[in-house]
């Protein structure tokens, strides 16, 4: 069996958790686990955070797995219903949905649940992705507070450049002219949390955060005082040496310029290393930090061994984990942590080790 594997630092998960609450010690937290939580394994991840206040998932069959796990939490359906039929089950089991469009209304109507529905009314504040314009909340909440089915209603909305220099100021002003104060408000995400205070009102809604990986371009993890949750490993299963002009890979994409001892990791783009990480991308092998070489392939990538006489066949590779941040490789490949952790989604390919 290969060696690839991906380890879950219990440990690490709850101290990011801590340090939301550090952060934002005077609101609820609903941990965002969609995604699988980001990767990392959906009911793991909420037995290690049994002190979150919610979670939010994006389907009715992972809070319905929650449920049936026994987890007592405020459920949230973070795109909300897609049919009658899930306002059905969802008033069985006490799940929470966000509302934002008035179809979602009225499956509702439709289905007239004994047991009335906790919202969370989304406001579109300029992201312009989900939620009803600011025009259209006042009237709105009249009619959903006067409905038997519609139970408690907290009032949502998401930031488009919270992690960005231009920040939440306009979208955040937009919503506060139209909520009123008698309702809890939900609208930070993990770089509002860090970088703005005044989001943080009744609930805040981490992601990122929680499994150890910035939100931010200009700011590394560590920086944040977050710890790195996911590790994935592998090791060595060849060695070649090439002599100058000489390539390794799929397009030779790199050609050595002297003699260099290349180790062959069993790890590709089919088990979620990203194929766009180029050659130079930071990896450790045998304790010791090195560099990616040519293009990754689907099972399998190349290390530059050239200064690590020790390491060979069977020496362990940190693709990333402590050492090597998931953001850092992410950079090198053109994109974010948080595709690297989604991508490695338990499977029989990279086995999940919960330490
Ligand atoms: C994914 C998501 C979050 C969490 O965002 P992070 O940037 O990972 O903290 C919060 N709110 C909503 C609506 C989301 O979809």
């Not at 919202?119 to 504040?125: A, G, S």
């Not at 314009?133 to 949502?156: A, C, D």
């Not at 008698?182 to 930070?188: E, G, I, L």
């Not at 996911?230 to 299963?237: A, D, F, T, W």
């Amino acid at each position: 069996m290969r060696a690839l594997k991906a380890t879950f630092n219990t440990k690490a998960f709850i101290g990011n958790f801590n340090r939301v609450r550090s952060i934002a010690p005077n609101s609820k937290i609903m941990a965002v686990l969609k995604a699988n939580a980001y990767g990392h394994g959906l009911i793991e991840a909420a037995r290690a955070l049994s002190s979150a206040d919610g979670f939010a998932v994006l389907s009715v069959s992972e809070a319905i797995e929650l449920r049936e796990y026994g987890f007592d939490q405020y459920l949230l359906l973070l795109e909300g219903f897609f049919s009658a039929y899930e306002v059905k089950v969802c008033s069985q089991m006490n799940i929470s949905a966000v509302i934002h469009n008035t179809q979602q209304i009225d499956f509702i109507n439709q289905v007239k649940p004994k047991n009335p529905i906790n919202i969370h009314l989304k406001i579109n504040t300029g992201m312009n992705r989900l939620g009803f314009p600011p025009s259209k909340v006042k009237s709105l909440i009249q009619s959903l507070e006067t409905s038997p089915y519609i139970g408690n209603i907290i009032l949502m909305t998401h930031f488009a450049n919270a992690d960005e220099a231009i920040g939440v100021r306009d979208q955040l002003a937009l919503f506060n002219k139209v909520v009123d104060d008698s309702f809890d408000r939900s609208v930070a995400n993990s770089a509002a949390i860090i970088r703005y205070p005044e989001t943080h009102m009744e609930w805040v809604r981490p992601g990122i955060m929680l499994y150890g990986a910035s939100p931010f371009e200009d700011q590394s993890s560590k920086d944040i005082g977050l710890q790195p949750v996911m590790s994935l490993h592998s090791n060595i299963i060849a060695v070649q040496n090439l002599d100058k002009g000489q390539s390794v890979g799929y397009g030779s994409t790199f050609v050595a310029t002297n003699k260099t001892r290349v180790g062959i990791v069993a790890c590709g783009y089919a088990d979620g290393y990203p194929r766009h990480a180029p050659s130079g991308t930071p990896i450790m092998v045998a304790g010791k930090i090195s560099r990616t070489l040519g293009r990754v392939s689907m099972d399998m990538l190349y290390v530059d061994l050239t200064d690590i006489p020790s390491a060979d066949i069977h020496s362990e590779v940190e693709l990333w984990g402590e050492n090597i941040s998931v953001d850092e490789v992410a950079k090198e490949a053109k994109t974010v942590g948080y595709e690297l952790l989604c991508a490695i989604s338990s499977s029989i390919r990279v086995p999940m080790e919960y330490a």
